[in-house]
């Protein structure tokens, strides 16, 4: 994949790589880290993904935490 698909292609990626197990869970870690761990323990996360990352156009967290954060007060939101 290329880093230069739209914005909206590029958030369809990552929510892939959100849903993604191999990669290790995705609750509570940010995409980077969750890439940069997987990357660690060798488990082959795509170079694109963190390529959207780099960029920095794309939201770092994982589809799961904005869904659980959603209905959350900003001022009482979980870290």
């Given at each position: 994949?290329s880093?230069s698909?739209?914005?909206s292609?590029?958030?369809?990626?990552?929510?892939?790589?959100?849903?993604?197990a191999?990669?290790?869970?995705?609750?509570?870690i940010?995409r980077?880290d969750?890439w940069?761990?997987?990357k660690?323990?060798?488990?082959n996360?795509?170079?694109?993904?963190?390529?959207?990352l780099?960029?920095g156009?794309?939201n770092?967290?994982?589809a799961w935490d904005?869904?659980l954060?959603?209905?959350?007060?900003?001022d009482?939101?979980?870290?």
């Open positions: 994949m880093p698909l739209t914005h292609a590029q958030e369809k990626e990552l929510l892939r790589f959100d849903m993604n191999d990669y290790g869970p995705c609750i509570g940010s980077r969750r940069q761990r997987a660690k323990h060798g488990l996360p795509p170079l694109h993904i963190k390529d959207y780099d960029m156009h794309c770092e967290n994982a904005n869904l954060n959603k209905d959350v007060r900003p009482t939101k979980l870290k």
